[in-house]
């Protein structure tokens, strides 16, 4: 199949490349002339295990292209995808001012029949938003598709090569079976192809995020109770996931959420509701409480410390919202070093691949250490903010000797209280009992 994908950001280049990677001819457009000519190099602009490998495989065989020119694209495809990007407005709204353009560059380039599949996320009643836009621009048939996207950062190839279930949202039976067609190779295992209308496949997305992050405001919840009260938040966890009813999965205390979806998709729905008089009050108290979240740490380290920050220096394991990836958007540790810096304290940072967006982000406010244990050095304590493996195992008499005291504060409880006040450090955990030696 002839394809083409409006936007070569995260979503775009996965989806691009996974379609590409089953058989199709798929060109990506990108207004950036040069993030293009670094892509037909072979540069993947973004960390996604595995997705510089499939991007230089299916473009050195010649599936898989990228260009300036998105009339060319349009004239060659029959499927257009948009997945340019839906930034929150300053009212918790979706901005959709490039959905708005590209639909109208498409309906101006259309020579025939084409499926325009929207797979950016954007607020219910898009889609239709986006068949007046072509309607005004051409007078070609068309189909408007609403096909939101399930992928995790960090094992996006996955869950796009693998996918728990497709959501295709059309009026037209020729533009089902098209997208079908499409994602056959994908479901080969028998995962199922969701078809309902355009405002249904709209609301999917967003109601499974803000369940998602619902899930994630509330273990956060209790697990704060369970300081209060002395109970152990990985023991609670157990109880409840083994219920067949709830599950384990995004049952982990921890920092809160970030990242590009979580955060806008909640904050969108709450100002969607607005719009037609419904409150939204657990998804605006699930925002609340991940915020406050995010600062768990700080509030920690105040209590610890007796307020007296200033002139300390603390060592952040972790700068990326999430492990295996570098996007640091909404991340904790945004929050959690500003405080730091705002209490007068100085901030020693490593993460594997997020180091590059931290530097952009915060300049030499902080400094930045190629390994974690590098960044421990002459450090009052050390602070982990993201959970990635290699942090998992490492050498605790080497913390010890490079920390000025052996303190550890640990957002994502990778250790187990109990053996840490063994090795000889003062460890303070999330919804877990706190120790020292």
């Given at each position: 199949?002839?394809?083409?994908?409006?936007?070569?950001?995260?979503?775009?280049?996965?989806?691009?490349?996974?379609?590409?990677?089953?058989?199709?001819?798929?060109?990506?457009?990108?207004?950036?002339?040069?993030?293009?000519?670094?892509?037909?190099?072979?540069?993947?602009?973004?960390?996604?295990?595995?997705?510089?490998?499939?991007?230089?495989?299916?473009?050195?065989?010649?599936?898989?292209?990228?260009?300036?020119?998105?009339?060319?694209?349009?004239?060659?495809?029959?499927?257009?995808?948009?997945?340019?990007?839906?930034?929150?407005?300053?009212?918790?709204?979706?901005?959709?001012?490039?959905?708005?353009?590209?639909?109208?560059?498409?309906?101006?380039?259309?020579?025939?029949?084409?499926?325009?599949?929207?797979?950016?996320?954007?607020?219910?009643?898009?889609?239709?938003?986006?068949?007046?836009?072509?309607?005004?621009?051409?007078?070609?048939?068309?189909?408007?598709?609403?096909?939101?996207?399930?992928?995790k950062e960090g094992?996006?190839?996955?869950?796009f090569l693998k996918?728990?279930?497709?959501?295709?949202?059309?009026?037209?039976?020729?533009?089902?079976?098209?997208?079908?067609?499409?994602?056959?190779?994908?479901?080969?295992?028998?995962?199922?192809?969701?078809?309902?209308?355009?405002?249904?496949?709209?609301?999917?997305?967003?109601?499974?995020?803000?369940?998602?992050?619902?899930?994630?405001?509330?273990?956060?919840?209790?697990?704060?109770?369970?300081?209060?009260?002395?109970?152990?938040?990985?023991?609670?966890?157990?109880?409840?996931?083994?219920?067949?009813?709830?599950?384990?999965?995004?049952?982990?205390?921890?920092?809160?959420?970030?990242?590009?979806?979580?955060?806008?998709?909640?904050?969108?729905?709450?100002?969607?509701?607005?719009?037609?008089?419904?409150?939204?009050?657990?998804?605006?108290?699930?925002?609340?409480?991940?915020?406050?979240?995010?600062?768990?740490?700080?509030?920690?380290?105040?209590?610890?410390?007796?307020?007296?920050?200033?002139?300390?220096?603390?060592?952040?394991?972790?700068?990326?919202?999430?492990?295996?990836?570098?996007?640091?958007?909404?991340?904790?540790?945004?929050?959690?070093?500003?405080?730091?810096?705002?209490?007068?304290?100085?901030?020693?940072a490593h993460d594997?691949?997020?180091?590059?967006?931290?530097?952009?982000?915060?300049?030499?406010?902080?400094?930045?250490?190629?390994?974690?244990?590098?960044?421990?050095?002459?450090?009052?304590?050390?602070?982990?903010?993201?959970?990635?493996?290699?942090?998992?195992?490492?050498?605790?008499?080497?913390?010890?000797?490079?920390?000025?005291?052996?303190?550890?504060?640990?957002?994502?409880?990778?250790?187990?209280?109990?053996?840490?006040?063994?090795?000889?450090?003062?460890?303070?955990?999330?919804?877990?009992?706190?120790?020292?030696?």
């Amino acid at each position: 199949m002839k394809v083409c994908v409006v936007g070569t950001g995260y979503v775009g280049l996965v989806a691009g490349t996974c379609i590409a990677e089953s058989g199709n001819d798929v060109i990506c457009v990108d207004i950036d002339a040069g993030k293009v000519e670094r892509l037909r190099a072979g540069e993947v602009p973004i960390y996604e295990p595995g997705l510089e490998e499939l991007v230089k495989r299916n473009t050195a065989e010649g599936r898989l292209t990228f260009t300036t020119d998105l009339d060319e694209a349009v004239h060659a495809s029959l499927v257009c995808f948009i997945a340019v990007g839906t930034p929150q407005g300053g009212d918790g709204s979706s901005d959709l001012g490039a959905v708005r353009t590209v639909a109208a560059a498409i309906g101006k380039a259309m020579n025939g029949y084409r499926v325009v599949a929207c797979k950016s996320t954007v607020p219910v009643g898009t889609s239709e938003e986006v068949r007046a836009i072509l309607e005004e621009n051409t007078n070609e048939n068309f189909d408007v598709v609403s096909n939101p996207e399930f992928m995790k950062e960090g094992a996006a190839l996955e869950d796009f090569l693998k996918p728990d279930r497709v959501v295709i949202g059309c009026r037209s039976e020729q533009a089902a079976e098209i997208m079908k067609d499409l994602y056959e190779p994908f479901v080969r295992g028998g995962a199922p192809i969701l078809v309902m209308d355009n405002a249904s496949a709209e609301m999917t997305k967003y109601a499974a995020n803000g369940l998602l992050a619902t899930r994630i405001s509330f273990v956060n919840e209790v697990a704060n109770l369970c300081e209060a009260v002395g109970a152990d938040i990985s023991l609670v966890r157990r109880g409840v996931g083994l219920d067949n009813r709830l599950g384990m999965h995004f049952l982990y205390a921890g920092l809160g959420y970030g990242g590009s979806c979580f955060p806008k998709d909640v904050r969108s729905i709450i100002h969607t509701a607005a719009q037609h008089d419904i409150d939204f009050q657990l998804l605006r108290s699930v925002d609340e409480v991940n915020n406050r979240q995010k600062l768990r740490l700080f509030d920690k380290l105040r209590v610890f410390y007796d307020g007296a920050l200033e002139g300390r220096c603390f060592a952040l394991w972790g700068l990326a919202f999430k492990p295996r990836t570098d996007d640091m958007r909404e991340a904790p540790a945004i929050g959690l070093i500003e405080s730091l810096l705002e209490a007068g304290a100085t901030v020693r940072a490593h993460d594997p691949e997020a180091m590059d967006t931290a530097r952009a982000m915060f300049g030499d406010r902080i400094s930045y250490h190629r390994t974690g244990y590098n960044a421990l050095e002459g450090a009052d304590a050390m602070l982990v903010v993201t959970e990635w493996n290699e942090f998992r195992r490492p050498d605790f008499e080497r913390v010890k000797g490079l920390l000025k005291e052996p303190v550890i504060f640990d957002g994502r409880n990778l250790w187990e209280p109990e053996q840490m006040r063994k090795k000889g450090f003062s460890y303070f955990p999330i919804g877990r009992p706190a120790v020292t030696p």
